[in-house]
């Protein structure tokens, strides 16, 4: 698989990653044993990037990822994790006391003396400008707990902030073919400032895959049932933040572009990745078969035309809903 180098990292990473929020909480139960082979295929398809977080099930996900390292040694895995939503979210929790606590959480967790990459997890916009955050976290790399520092960003303004601080190695934020606005700003400015782009959400929960219908049930536990209007988290983490029923009559819209013989998800994800300034996307895997599909999409090439069409159904679906907000 193609690798790319994460930006202030210095680290080479495939170009589709691994999301592994679903093999800690919020899309219903996944088996520890499904979640060491969905690792284990990820792998063997030449994944080399793993993102996590210290909450995703309470650190059930890290701990999943720690156990498969520890038995794989020498795979050449790029671990990225994400911390600061163990706390309510004030500007004020996001110090060096509460790093250093959440950091050493994740070490043992993963079962590391250093951790890869260590994220900020979309905290509030003001974060994102206070110096002595930054200052927080050089301190963490000066002290070999962490070796690269970035953030996860819900809007774009926050990543063009982030961007203007020089220890920021990566940005991750939402990029998919119904969140199209990190195209015009964040990706230009973090290209020329060496920084490593993260494109999450690649499917916008799944409704790029093409498998939901109208009649589609989800898991009283999942996400994509209990946060549609934003109760639990920011609304754009849920379907991208559209509207449910429009986003599967524009997914009928995407499927007529598809080339014959590549999945949905595959053409959603190979997408993303072809999009200049993208470092790795982290499309998620709830099985072994999933978690392949996933991977293969990296060898998928795609026409200037299906590019067009993706930006039709934008404009016609999504721009006026879903460009001012994030």
Request: charged residues 25%; glycine residues 10%.
């Amino acid at each position: 698989m193609e690798q790319r180098i994460l930006g202030k990292t210095g680290r080479n990473v495939s170009v589709v990653g691994l999301g592994t929020w679903q093999l800690g909480a919020d899309w219903g139960n996944v088996d520890p044993a499904q979640a060491q082979a969905i690792l284990a295929a990820s792998a063997e398809a030449g994944v080399t990037f793993f993102d996590t977080a210290d909450v995703y099930g309470d650190g059930r996900s890290e701990q999943a990822i720690g156990a498969f390292l520890a038995d794989n040694p020498g795979t050449g895995i790029t671990v990225a994790t994400k911390m600061g939503r163990r706390l309510e979210q004030r500007p004020e929790n996001y110090n060096l006391a509460n790093f250093r606590e959440w950091v050493d959480r994740s070490r043992r967790n993963l079962r590391t003396e250093a951790l890869d990459l260590v994220q900020l997890h979309c905290p509030p916009t003001a974060v994102y400008s206070r110096a002595e955050v930054y200052d927080a976290l050089d301190t963490l790399v000066a002290d070999g707990a962490i070796r690269n520092y970035g953030v996860s960003v819900e809007r774009t303004d926050e990543a063009l902030e982030a961007l203007r601080h020089e220890g920021t190695a990566s940005v991750q934020i939402i990029l998919n073919a119904f969140r199209l606005k990190p195209l015009e700003e964040v990706l230009p400015a973090a290209k020329a400032a060496g920084v490593g782009i993260i494109a999450r959400v690649p499917l916008a929960s799944g409704l790029l895959s093409g498998k939901y219908t109208k009649e589609t049930v989800f898991a009283e536990g999942d996400h994509r049932n209990y946060n549609r209007a934003g109760n639990a988290f920011d609304v754009g983490e849920t379907f991208s933040g559209v509207d449910y029923e429009l986003g599967l009559k524009a997914v009928a819209e995407f499927e007529q572009l598809v080339p014959e013989g590549t999945g949905t998800a595959q053409a959603a994800i190979a997408w993303v990745a072809a999009q200049d300034g993208v470092t790795s996307v982290i499309p998620g895997a709830r099985s072994v078969e999933q978690a392949r599909a996933n991977a293969a999409a990296a060898a998928t090439v795609l026409s200037p035309e299906f590019d067009e069409g993706v930006r039709w159904i934008y404009d016609h679906y999504f721009r006026e809903a879903v460009h001012p907000r994030w």
